[in-house]
């Protein structure tokens, strides 16, 4: 009986730990550059949402950000107003806070979610570097 009881336990770890795994690995992820997040821009329906603080976005963002700050103690609650099942594009300063915040959103049941590799900064570099030079 105590066989049948230690097999019947493990087997209830073995299903509920599954079911757990397939939860988090539900969302896709992926870390892209700033010219694949330009066409990402252009060619999905997205939300852009830049996880700094306000005073960081009012002095710089990316055109058509929203700004849900990542240490806000409203965080988890604001990013419910955003939609699941539509894809989310992420960025910060430089990377930090976004990939922290994609274990977030993942843990909410977020389906597809983007981080800009380099936040915002390797995004300006890029931008500026598409300029064509003057003589």
């Known amino acids: 009986m105590r066989k049948l009881l230690t097999g019947f336990s493990f087997l209830l770890v073995l299903f509920f730990s599954s079911c757990i795994d397939a939860k988090d690995t539900k969302a896709e992820v ?20 830049d996880v700094r603080s306000a005073e960081e976005f009012a002095i710089e963002h990316i055109p058509n950000a929203q700004n849900i700050d990542f240490r806000s103690p409203t965080f988890e609650a604001d990013i419910t107003k955003l939609d699941k099942s539509k894809p989310v594009v992420l960025y910060c300063k430089s990377g930090g806070r976004s990939s922290k915040c994609v274990k977030k959103m993942k843990e909410a049941g977020f389906e597809k ?23």
């Open 30 to 49: 992926k870390l892209v550059s700033a010219e694949e997040m330009q066409s990402i821009l252009e060619l999905e329906d997205v939300q852009l949402v």
């Open 113 to 135: 979610i983007y981080e800009l590799d380099g936040g915002i900064s390797k995004w300006k570099h890029a931008k500026e570097s598409q300029q064509p030079e003057k003589s």
